[in-house]
């Protein structure tokens, strides 16, 4: 997403690095791999995502990394206000899911480029982009909602609810506090809890992993 700024820090590197020590023998048996990240808002699954990445590079493997915020169906403020008018629009509904399931499994099957949604967050706006995955050994997705799907060879889950993001959602630009906001991550809340079953690798408040 555009206007998106991510700032890597040694803890999620030293992650990023713990991670890969998982898969790496995986990575050696597949030619086109997908991660999913997931986790609520300001759980670390941006930074968890590019951290990874980066360490990937390092080792000689390219990957690259989708933000299902780019998959909105309405642009940031015109889905806020959509929210605004019915709480009720909460929920995984809000996403193309099915967009990002059909670029998994064409990247999955060697297409050489991707067509999908990208958001520019200060414009509130959606526009279209084509990306090279030709080279791209592994796709890194990460999302609120993305262990909805079960495209992932590998799913990683941050333990980390609304009440322990606080401090990292204020530091982002574009988030606030309101009573409003709180209500739609408890309702988040509800609904991203229940993937925590599914993750095949769960890192916990401070970023460590617990399982495996």
């Given amino acids: 997403?555009?206007?998106?700024?991510?700032?890597?820090?040694?803890e999620h590197l030293n992650t990023g690095e713990a991670i890969f020590n998982i898969i790496k023998q995986k990575l050696k048996d597949n030619k086109k791999f997908a991660i999913g990240i997931c986790g609520e808002s300001g759980s670390g699954k941006s930074v968890t995502a590019?951290?990874?990445q980066k360490v990937m590079e390092m080792h000689g493997i390219q990957s690259r990394v989708l933000q299902m915020d780019d998959y909105f169906k309405l642009p940031p403020k015109s889905?806020?206000?959509n929210r605004k008018k019915s709480l009720e629009h909460v929920g995984t509904h809000e996403v193309q899911?099915?967009?990002i399931h059909e670029n998994v499994l064409e990247f999955k099957a060697g297409k050489s480029f991707l067509r999908k949604p990208l958001v520019n967050y200060q414009e509130n706006s959606i526009s279209e982009e084509i990306i090279n995955v030709d080279e791209v050994q592994v796709l890194?997705?990460?999302g609120t909602y993305i262990l909805e799907m079960d495209d992932f060879d590998i799913s990683i889950f941050i333990d980390k609810n609304y009440r322990d993001t606080y401090e990292s959602?204020?530091?982002?630009n574009r988030d606030e506090q309101t009573d409003f906001i709180e209500e739609?991550?408890?309702i988040e809340h509800e609904i991203i809890r229940n993937f925590k079953e599914k993750a095949s690798v769960i890192l916990d408040k401070d970023y460590q992993i617990v399982m495996p």
């Fill in 79 to 81: 889905n806020h206000d």
């Fill in 97 to 99: 899911l099915n967009l």
């Fill in 140 to 142: 890194i997705i990460e």
């Fill in 50 to 52: 590019f951290s990874l």
């Fill in 1 to 10: 997403m555009i206007g998106d700024v991510i700032n890597l820090r040694e």
């Fill in 184 to 186: 739609v991550l408890k």
């Fill in 169 to 172: 959602r204020m530091n982002r």
